[in-house]
Nanobody
Framework: QVQVVESGGGSVQSGGSLRLSCAASGFGWNLYCMGWFRQAPGKEREGVAAIAHDGTITYVDSVKGRFTAARDNDKNTLYLQMNSLHFADTAVYYC??????????????????WGQGTQVTVSS
C-alpha cells in the first residue's frame, strides 16, 4: 500500500526555520523523483522542490537560497529544510512522486495517495 506521511510543520515568525520530513512506503522510492508541494488557502498547489533519483535538485524560484531539499534513500525519507521563512510560505506542505519539465515541478499524474500534509504557518 502506497503511503506518504509528512511531518515537521508548525508556526514560526518571519525569518524563522522549520524542517519537514516525508516518510514514504509502498512503492519503488529509489526509482522516482520525489517532490515537495504546497497549497495555500485559495491558491493552486505549487511544486516547491524536487529531487530526482539521480540526486538532481530543482527549486521553484521563490524558495531558491532559502530551502534545501534532501533525501535519504536508505530510510525512504524526504526532507525540506526551510530557512528565512516568509509569510508567503504559509501553506500545507505535501510530498509526492514528481516529474520536472522545463523547471516546472509537477506531481506524477497517476499518484492518488496524497498524505494529510503538514501545516506551515509564518507570522509576519
Amino acid at each position: 500500500q502506497v503511503q506518504v506521511v509528512e511531518s515537521g510543520g508548525g508556526s514560526v515568525q518571519s525569518g524563522g526555520s522549520l524542517r519537514l520530513s516525508c516518510a514514504a512506503s509502498g512503492f519503488g522510492w529509489n526509482l522516482y523523483c520525489m517532490g515537495w508541494f504546497r497549497q495555500a488557502p485559495g491558491k493552486e498547489r505549487e511544486g516547491v522542490a524536487a529531487i530526482a533519483h539521480d540526486g538532481t535538485i530543482t527549486y521553484v524560484d521563490s524558495v531558491k537560497g532559502r530551502f534545501t531539499a534532501a533525501r535519504d534513500n536508505d530510510k525512504n525519507t524526504l526532507y525540506l529544510q526551510m530557512n528565512s521563512l516568509h509569510f508567503a510560505d504559509t501553506a500545507v506542505y505535501y510530498c509526492a512522486p514528481c516529474s520536472v519539465l522545463s523547471g516546472l515541478i509537477m506531481p506524477v499524474s497517476s499518484f492518488r495517495d496524497w498524505g494529510q500534509g503538514t501545516q506551515v504557518t509564518v507570522s509576519s
